[in-house]
């Protein structure tokens, strides 16, 4: 029996096309191991900008590396990377042995079985094909799953490399998305993460009434499913529904993760973004109005081509203003083939740089005032696991998405187990995260 392992970069979008690919390779009998034990080893990559390009190239090296001491396993590489770069993958890095691209990965097992018998393949499908139906090896712990109901991207943001390597934006049928989540309860997740590159775009390519508020009605009548939470929110196609169905469903938490990108109109256009700075504003103040608990997470670019320190001080005044619970904050990557990259009035990568310090800084005492005014207040908090050193339980509240926002830590009398859900009393900071006890 061959064996094989995966290592996922990137995103949870890309996590769930390792899931699936890690099914098809068990189902056609494949011993999913490590891997220092595999005889291939499948890479599947980011490719959106340099660090994730490096982070890849770096992984695929140290893999060569493992097999020049004895491993003996083949190297396929996947995903946005391969989808990018699949020449030059082949003529600058001799130690790969195959490569998927993005509209490929139902092909994995072909190109395994190719790659053990010596061959080099190569399988580059269509990027327009629909959204592939394969079941999924669920990786994450079993009280949370992400839940993909969308493939691609039609937005063409200036900077960004997504739609030409993913392609158009094709929605799933609701009924697969609701199977899915109907398994995936009956495995024990309690917490749905429901992403896609833009989530409040969905059903707009389909016909028969599917979209996002109707989803979500469905997806909260999983008996089984108690936390529901969205990524992504573009801010222009968000609706009063959506936002009535958000405050009216217990099961949705009140999470709010829309990439914003900028507040100023002139670098807003340059971005390609459809909202202006009004309308940001107005549906921020209408979210809060609506769901004064509501946590708003962000990302925001800095050193866009002809971004100025007028440019950004505006940001920064709006930030202030706004005091959004959860921001990232990137430095512009010029990516080849992408309009931005060839903009002029480039900012110089220092600035850049300098700028991302200095939002980092303002957001950090905006996140230590936020937890500050959370001391004394009970929420609920789902699990994830304990903590020996600190003999401490440690968790999330609805405020914090896995993998990507802080944890909390308590303490309890009764044994919880992870992926209970119970009520949390904040009691202090430590090191600026909630610290407690169970109630």
């Not at 390792?18 to 494949?30: D, P, V």
Request: aromatic share 8%; charged share 25%.
């Amino acid at each position: 029996m061959a064996s094989a392992a995966l290592i996922s970069l990137g995103c949870e979008k890309n996590l769930v096309n390792s899931e699936q690919m890690l099914w098809m390779l068990s189902e056609a009998g494949f011993e999913i191991c490590q891997p220092e034990n595999a005889d291939v080893v499948i890479v599947n990559t980011c490719g959106f900008i340099d660090s994730a390009k490096s982070e890849a190239i770096d992984n695929i090296l140290a893999l060569d590396a493992m097999r020049k001491k004895g491993c003996g396993f083949k190297i396929i590489v996947t995903g946005c990377l391969a989808q990018r770069y699949p020449d030059e993958i082949f003529s600058e890095l001799p130690e790969v042995d195959g490569i998927v691209g993005c509209g490929s990965f139902d092909s994995i097992v072909e190109a395994a079985r190719a790659a053990l018998d010596g061959e080099r393949p190569c399988y580059m499908g269509s990027l327009s094909a629909p959204v592939s139906e394969t079941p999924r090896l669920v990786t994450t712990p079993r009280w949370y799953s992400y839940l993909r109901i969308a493939e691609g991207c039609d937005n063409y943001c200036a900077y960004c490399v997504i739609p030409y390597l993913r392609g158009p934006y094709r929605s799933r049928k609701m009924e697969d998305i609701l199977n899915e989540a109907r398994s995936l309860a009956q495995s024990g997740t309690k917490e749905l993460i429901v992403i896609a590159q833009d989530v409040t775009r969905y059903g707009k390519d389909l016909t028969g009434g599917e979209d996002l508020p109707a989803l979500l009605e469905k997806l909260c009548e999983i008996e089984g499913i108690e936390w529901i939470r969205l990524h992504y929110l573009y801010p222009d196609e968000f609706t009063p529904r959506l936002l009535d169905v958000m405050a009216g469903q217990q099961k949705i938490l009140p999470y709010f993760d829309i990439p914003l990108q900028h507040i100023n109109d002139t670098i807003l256009k340059r971005m390609n973004r459809r909202s202006s700075k009004t309308q940001i504003e107005t549906l921020l103040r209408t979210i809060r109005q609506k769901l004064p608990e509501a946590v708003i997470r962000t990302s925001i670019i800095c050193g866009l081509p002809g971004e100025s320190e007028m440019e950004f001080e505006e940001l920064c005044d709006f930030l202030k203003e706004f005091r959004l619970q959860r921001a990232g904050f990137f430095v512009f990557s010029p990516e080849e083939g992408t309009p931005a990259a060839e903009m002029p009035d480039q900012v110089p990568r220092e600035t850049a740089e300098e700028r991302v310090s200095i939002l980092q800084q303002l957001q950090d005492g905006i996140m230590v005032h936020y937890n500050e005014s959370r001391v004394g207040s009970v929420m609920r908090v789902i699990c994830d696991g304990y903590d020996e050193d600190r003999g401490e339980y440690y968790g999330r509240t609805a405020a914090d998405s896995p993998t990507v926002d802080e944890q909390v830590y308590f303490t309890s009398e009764e044994p919880v187990q992870p992926g209970d859900i119970i009520d949390f009393r904040a009691e202090y900071l430590r090191d600026g995260e909630l610290a407690g006890t169970r109630v």
